[in-house]
């Protein structure tokens, strides 16, 4: 089966692929109202981007609150579902890369959740993306990055398979590291009585240390480190961590 190759594999795939499950698939797998309270009180009441927005879970009910809140995403299929669900248009949507474009600001908060920085999977992408929040942040203001602690990556298998049984239907996640360039290539295959559908993904995985190094060659330093959304303290075996970083310039 293949795995999603580079010729056919945009920065779009993943949330076109996974719009329609999205919310069912990933709901209950982070700390919605946790994400939204933290992210809240850090605005202080003032503008909030979110990367990646996908379908809206934690940008509606920020800017449900009344704190101006503009989301991006480059999958066409994530924000037509978030504009159908946002019919007043609470959330100012852009349809973009986050590594090539991000709206001018200047933002008090900057926020990437749930792994979702993960998705850009070209080192220079990832590093074009910090360099336009650096720019895009307001002097006071704060980057925050959700992602997991990778536990012995170097020894994890190459490959490997995971079910997932669904209500409806058994999921089989089919997953390829390539040890050069570090990249986690996979294939979802939803099994169900009207067939197969496959959904492909890939994010390039990057411990907090490595993050800290992108961020600092940005003009970014660590201020926190939370293992949580609720600010547990993070420590050597937190598998979890919510990052926040602040202009080195300020």
Not at 18 to 27: G, R, S
Not at 70 to 85: C, I, K, Q
Not at 106 to 114: H, Q, T
Request: glycine share 6%.
């Amino acid at each position: 089966m293949e795995l999603s190759n580079s010729v056919n594999y945009l920065s779009s795939t993943y949330g076109d692929a996974f719009a329609d499950v999205y919310d069912d698939w990933y709901q209950q797998v982070t700390d919605v109202k946790g994400t939204v309270s933290l992210i809240s009180r850090l605005s202080q009441g003032l503008d909030v981007l979110e990367l990646g927005v996908g379908t809206g879970r934690l940008a509606l009910p920020i800017a449900s609150k009344g704190i101006p809140t503009t989301g991006v995403d480059s999958s066409p299929e994530m924000l037509r579902r978030l504009r159908a669900r946002d019919s007043s248009g609470i959330v100012k949507l852009h349809l973009a890369n986050m590594s090539n474009w991000l709206p001018p600001g200047p933002f008090k908060i900057i926020f990437c959740a749930y792994n979702t920085f993960f998705n850009l999977v070209d080192p220079a992408e990832q590093e074009q993306c910090l360099q336009l929040v650096s720019n895009r942040l307001a002097p006071d203001g704060l980057f925050i990055v959700e992602a997991f602690v990778p536990s012995n990556y170097s020894l994890l298998p190459t490959r490997g398979v995971e079910f997932r049984y669904l209500k409806d239907a058994t999921v089989l996640n089919i997953t390829i590291r390539e040890k050069v360039s570090g990249i986690v290539r996979g294939q979802s295959v939803e099994l169900s009585e009207s067939g197969a559908v496959l959904r492909p993904w890939r994010i390039l995985i990057k411990t907090p240390d490595e993050l800290d190094q992108i961020a600092a060659r940005q003009s970014l330093k660590l201020v926190e480190r939370w293992q949580d959304w609720q600010q547990s303290a993070f420590t050597s075996t937190s598998d979890h961590h919510v990052s926040v970083y602040a202009s080195a310039n300020s």
